[in-house]
């Protein structure tokens, strides 16, 4: 007898897993996977906006570590829910009611001063309504109180965007710097950039340097660059960062003041 194959099989649930929301199989959907140290290691995400959150996370130099869908927010108990236990706790104590009693962050940050960051990520133009962003609203009162700042970082769709470009240059290059990167290639990059600004492709030219280099030197900070609106390119303009890595704090560019006003938080 032929056996019917089956779909949506949801991943199981262990005692050892204590994470929020944690993302199953759906229905033959594939899950987005990417790799972040500062995460621990892979990690599962909703969608393609935040796996570029967790790459501009991973090169900014300002967070020691984070995580995806770190807790959820009892908005009726005003209070962060950490593990699956308390979660199941408090909505049978509402009567299994979710929806606009909770909310989730896509991320959490611990930053080096030791502060701690919330972000939630939209697409550009599916950012919701009015309905949610109240809910957000009331939240970020929640989370206030805990010491988490909530921001909302908003990923433009133009896949041209030089935020977007470069992160994804950038990430695996932090990955290979170790490895690629000498005291050698190092000093000779400084001392061609000591009169001032040069273009990638002349600084290329005339030292010899493969355009692939040139994202593992910005993150290494032996070079800097106005990454935020210039894409990594021929006519990049750069110059020595002498191991100032300032320039790959991106996230503010992508930061939206928008949704704070009254349009969308009454």
């Excluded at 262990?14 to 199953?24: D, E, F, K, L, S």
């Excluded at 759906?26 to 906006?49: E, P």
């Excluded at 355009?211 to 935020?228: W, Y």
Aim: hydrophobic share 35%.
């Amino acid at each position: 007898m032929r056996v019917a194959p089956t779909f949506g099989v949801r991943s199981s649930r262990t005692a050892v897993n204590t994470g929020i929301r944690p993302t199953a199989r759906t229905y033959g959907k594939a899950r987005i996977g990417t790799y972040a140290a500062k995460a621990g290691g892979q990690i599962t995400v909703d969608s393609d906006a935040e796996r570029l959150m967790g790459h501009i996370l991973g090169i900014d130099p300002r967070v020691r570590s984070f995580k995806q869908q770190p807790f959820t927010v009892d908005l009726v108990g005003e209070r962060l829910l950490f593990t699956r236990e308390e979660v199941s706790e408090a909505r049978r104590s509402r009567g299994g009611r979710r929806g606009t009693a909770e909310y989730t962050p896509d991320f959490a940050t611990i930053q080096a001063d030791g502060t701690q960051c919330a972000y939630e990520v939209k697409l550009e133009g599916y950012e919701g309504d009015c309905a949610y962003w109240a809910k957000v609203k009331q939240a970020k009162v929640i989370m206030e109180a805990y010491c988490y700042s909530l921001s909302t970082v908003v990923v433009p769709t133009d896949e041209r965007h030089p935020v977007l470009v470069n992160a994804q240059l950038l990430k695996p290059a932090q990955m290979r710097a170790r490895t690629y990167l000498n005291s050698d290639i190092s000093g000779r990059v400084e001392q061609y950039c000591s009169s001032g600004p040069v273009l990638q492709r002349d600084l290329c030219t005339d030292l010899q340097i493969p355009t692939g280099v040139i994202p593992i030197l910005l993150v290494s900070g032996v070079l800097q660059a106005d990454l935020a609106h210039q894409h990594i390119c021929a006519t990049l303009e750069l110059s020595a960062a002498f191991g100032d890595v300032s320039h790959l704090c991106l996230i503010e560019q992508l930061v939206s003041n928008e949704l704070c006003s009254e349009r969308f938080l009454p």
